[in-house]
Each structure stands twice: as C-alpha cells, then as structure tokens.
C-alpha cells in the first residue's frame, strides 16, 4: 500500500476506519500485558485513535507512528493540545506531554525510536497493510521492539468474497506463521464485530469477526 494511498484518504476525510469509540478489547485485554503505568507504549499506524488517549490515562508513555501529518494534527486538536513540532530523524515529531507522534514512514523508524517501549498496541496496523507487506510488518516490528515488548493485537476476519480491503482479513494462522517463533501467540477472544463497523456492512459485509491476540516474547514467562 503506498503512502499516497493512505495520505488521499486523509485528504479527502475518508477514514471509516476511524473508532470513535475506546476499543472494547484494549480495555478488556490490555491489563494482561501487566505492564507499570509510567512505561512507554508504541501505537503503529495511529491515526488519530482515540484508544491512545486511553492508554495514556492509565499512566503510559504513548508514542505513536503516522503517515499523515493530518492525522497528527486531528487528534492533538481534538483533545485540545497544542504540541511542540520538531525534526526527528526522517520523521517530523509532534510531542506533548507523555504523548508523541511520529509523522514519516512506519518501515523508516529505527530500534533507536523505541528503545524505551515495554508494549504495543496493534488495531488498525496488520489488517491496514495488503498480504506482501504484512509479512515485511512483522519482521520490522520484530527488529525494531526492545526484546521484551509484549504485543496486543486486535484482527478482523471476514469472507474476502464479499468486500476488497482495507482492512484486509487476517485469520490466526496468518498471525501465527508471521510472529512465530519470535512470539508466543496467545488467542484471548473472538466477537461478532458486524454491527459496531456499520461502514463495513454498507461495503458488503455480512459476517464480521474481531479476534485479539497477546504476542509474548519467546522464554517470557505468560
């Protein structure tokens, strides 16, 4: 998927796949990481999720990663921050408080970026990316998260027959041939998505399933 693709959307306001609501598994599921409030927490392909304004009222450090400058400046101004804008590498840092965005290329960050990050967030980025690149997520994510970084990840599945991604169905094989045996993959929940995603039934949709997954470091202890 190239960045033009992602930056017309944001041009045109064109982002149904923007929750307005705090993703239900996030609450439920995020406590089991057990990861101490002041730790610092990674959000790729943020958006402007409201689910970082979550994890950042429980205490976390949240840094985030977006294609869109759009983005970056949507979701400070929608929670009434004014943010300090400066040169970060490749990427231009948007930064306020214990909140930070990173406004450039996902595969561009480096280990350096998230050198402090203990866990990561993970809704909207694997299901974001089309199958080649999925594959090319995972081993970059793997090389640039500090080796004990645990991962929350939320997928969606449904019948490709019925609508083209984004998102793209992603089902638990898949998940477990990307991040094993790097990860110990961990199936926490799957719930009938259909009608909290009307955007999707208006594509075509007629089954909708939201699955999460907790993605522990090889020898860590669960």
Not at 77 to 82: S, V, Y
Not at 122 to 142: F, K, Q, T, V
Not at 158 to 183: D, H, I, N, Q, T
Not at 200 to 218: I, M, Q, V
Request: glycine content about 6%; charged content about 25%.
């Amino acid at each position: 998927m190239e960045p033009s693709f992602w930056h017309e959307r944001w041009q045109k306001n064109s982002i149904g796949f923007h929750q307005e609501r705090i993703n239900s598994m996030l609450q439920e599921f995020w406590p089991r990481l057990g990861l101490a409030p002041n730790t610092a927490v990674f959000v790729p392909l943020c958006g402007k999720s409201r689910d970082m304004m979550w994890l950042h009222e429980r205490g976390h450090n949240v840094i985030g990663v977006e294609i869109s400058p759009i983005a970056a400046r949507d979701f400070f101004a929608e929670h009434k921050l004014n943010p300090k804008t400066t040169p970060h590498g490749r990427f231009e840092q948007w930064e306020s408080g214990r909140l930070k965005i990173l406004v450039g290329d996902f595969f561009e960050l480096e280990a350096s970026d998230l050198a402090e990050v203990a866990g990561v967030y993970d809704r909207a980025s694997l299901i974001a990316l089309p199958p080649p690149l999925r594959a090319h997520y995972a081993e970059h994510l793997a090389s640039i998260l500090p080796p004990r970084a645990e991962i929350l990840l939320v997928t969606l599945e449904y019948s490709p027959k019925e609508m083209e991604g984004p998102p793209f169905p992603v089902g638990e094989a898949e998940v477990r041939r990307l991040f094993e045996p790097r990860y110990r993959v961990a199936a926490l929940q799957a719930k009938d998505a259909l009608d909290e995603n009307p955007h999707l039934r208006e594509r075509g949709l007629t089954a909708l399933t939201e699955r999460a997954y907790r993605l522990s470091p090889t020898g860590k202890p669960a």
